[in-house]
């Protein structure tokens, strides 16, 4: 009898061990294997500069299509290539109304990311070079800049049911000759189990706020910029597969621009955007 009492006790010890171990969050693309996304990026943006008001809407549009050449002594090597790029672009005071393009320049453009298993970007290197225009500015950045950002940074430990993380590591950007470094502070708390095409994923709820500072030279002008954005959203991660499934999200920005130079002011802007991030394959 005793020893019945002690093997319950032992199953009841390990089945609560497994059911609070928690379950590991790791990318595992496969090497070989190409992975397609779909992002899309649909923002408004209003604010005033020089007394005047002004709107602007954009959606940017893109499949990047990722093969993974496998674990090298860095961290995961993934080369990533746009095979579709279209941008609609809407700013009444610049004479633009409802006006889509196909980014012909950035299509079969490739980059090469590093990165952890983790999705902590170890490097990033453009393999095709596409000179920043007009149209980059206009967006905030080209497409293939994007890709940076891809990737959701994932717990670094197991994560239970109902379990949480923060991510709070700087990231820094470069637009044309201004440089951008955004101090995230983002919650994703877990909150169950879902479907999601093929894959059983974890939805885990994305909430926080990131600190915006930048300063370079852009249009012959001394630039600096402050701000910082809301964000609220859902990830589903598919543990298993190891693969971000969808990331949707909506960001509210507010920043500000001060100019000094051969010309000086400050132009505030508020920006809302809807982010989704969707594996099709």
């Known amino acids: 009898m005793k020893r019945v009492v002690a093997v319950l006790i032992l199953l009841s010890l390990s089945l609560s061990l497994m059911l609070t171990a928690g379950e590991k969050f790791r990318y595992k693309f496969e090497k070989g294997?190409?992975?397609?996304?779909?992002?899309?990026?649909?923002?408004?943006?209003?604010?005033?500069?020089?007394?005047?008001?002004?709107?602007?809407?954009?959606?940017?549009?893109?499949v990047t299509a990722m093969v993974s050449q496998g674990m090298t002594s860095e961290g995961l090597e993934l080369i990533a290539t746009l095979e579709r790029a279209t941008a609609m672009i809407n700013v009444p005071m610049m004479g633009?109304?409802?006006?889509?393009?196909?980014?012909?320049?950035?299509?079969?453009?490739?980059?090469?990311?590093?990165?952890?298993?983790?999705?902590?970007?170890?490097?990033?290197?453009?393999?095709?070079?596409?000179?920043?225009?007009?149209?980059?500015?206009?967006?905030?950045?080209?497409?293939?800049?994007?890709?940076k950002r891809l990737l959701v940074t994932l717990p670094d430990a197991p994560l239970e049911a109902n379990g949480a993380w923060k991510e709070n590591t700087p990231d820094t950007t470069k637009n044309g000759g201004v440089t951008m470094v955004i101090r995230p502070n983002i919650d994703f708390q877990a909150v169950g189990k879902e479907t999601k095409g093929a894959h059983e994923a974890w939805k885990i709820m994305v909430n926080g706020v990131s600190a915006m500072e930048g300063a370079g030279t852009a249009r012959g002008m001394d630039v600096t910029v402050d701000g910082s954005t809301k964000i609220a959203g859902t990830l589903h991660f598919a543990p298993k597969a190891g693969l971000l499934v969808e990331y949707d999200a909506t960001t509210d920005s507010e920043v500000t621009q001060t100019f000094s130079g051969a010309q000086s002011g400050a132009q505030l802007m508020t920006t809302t955007s809807k982010n989704v991030i969707k594996l099709l394959n």
Request: hydrophobic share 35%; charged share 25%; no cysteine.
């Open 33 to 62: 294997k190409t992975y397609r996304y779909q992002v899309t990026t649909d923002s408004r943006t209003s604010g005033s500069m020089g007394g005047m008001e002004f709107t602007a809407d954009s959606k940017l549009s893109f």
């Open 96 to 147: 633009l109304r409802d006006s889509t393009m196909e980014l012909s320049d950035y299509v079969g453009k490739r980059v090469r990311l590093v990165v952890s298993d983790r999705g902590k970007l170890v490097s990033f290197t453009t393999i095709d070079t596409v000179v920043a225009g007009r149209m980059s500015m206009m967006l905030g950045g080209a497409p293939t800049e994007l890709l």
